[in-house]
């Protein structure tokens, strides 16, 4: 558990402090039919996941925070409070899994990402989005959320693509920076 639950009093506020993602950017990474299931994990109030539904109303928002989750709910969302450590859906559930600006929080990154890879479909593809750790003012953040006693953990994106290193051979990792942003692209061959 958080040392503080940041995000229980953040919920009404979020999408007002927090601009909208980049759209065009992450749909051409997630390559969205109207059939494709994704699932947003760490997903809260739906910030990511309302790009997501510009392709597909196939979409799952998994949280902890049940705070997150009402926003998201109230957008039309469905949502599953879970941990991502333990996200509760069979093998292979899911042909997108998204994860934006949520990895650093995690208490276990690794068993995280044993899970995103667990349910996702052969042919699908996770697409994580975090701060670029090796741009300077990203670290001043980093440092920040530790004095807010966030308990955030950023990885730079080495270590976040090192984390599906141990996935089966038919993973291919991809990454791509721009300014602070880095996409970490996970895909899991077809058979
Ligand atoms: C900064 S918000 C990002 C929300 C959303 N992905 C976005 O882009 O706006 C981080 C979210 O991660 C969630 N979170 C933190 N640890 C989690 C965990 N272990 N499992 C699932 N969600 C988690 C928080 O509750 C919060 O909603």
Redesign the pocket.
């Known amino acids: 558990m958080p040392i503080l639950d940041h ?1 229980s009093w953040f919920a009404p506020y ?1 999408d007002r402090l ?1 601009k909208p ?1 980049d759209a065009e950017k992450m749909l051409a990474l997630l390559q969205l039919s109207s059939s494709t299931r994704v699932l ?6 739906g ?2 996941a309302e790009m997501a539904r510009l392709r597909t109303s196939h979409i799952l928002i ?4 049940p705070a ?1 989750l009402a926003q998201a709910a109230a957008k039309g969302f469905q949502v599953t409070a ?4 333990a996200l509760p859906f069979p093998a292979g559930a899911f042909d997108r899994v998204i ?4 990895l650093h ?3 276990d990154q690794p068993q ?1 990402a044993r899970e995103l890879w667990r349910v996702l479909a052969p042919g699908g593809k996770i697409v994580i989005e975090e701060f670029n750790l090796h741009v300077l003012w990203v670290k001043w953040i980093a440092l920040a959320e530790k004095l807010a006693l966030m308990r955030s953990h950023f990885l730079n994106p080495l270590q976040i693509a090192a984390l599906f290193a141990g996935a089966p051979a038919d993973a291919s990792i991809q990454i791509e920076t721009e300014g602070a942003t880095v996409w970490v692209i996970v895909t899991r061959l077809a058979h």
Request: aromatic share 6%.
């Open positions: 995000f979020y927090i993602g947003d994990v760490g997903g809260g109030t910030r990511s998994a949280d902890l925070s997150m879970a941990a991502s450590e994860m934006v600006d949520a929080h995690v208490c995280t």
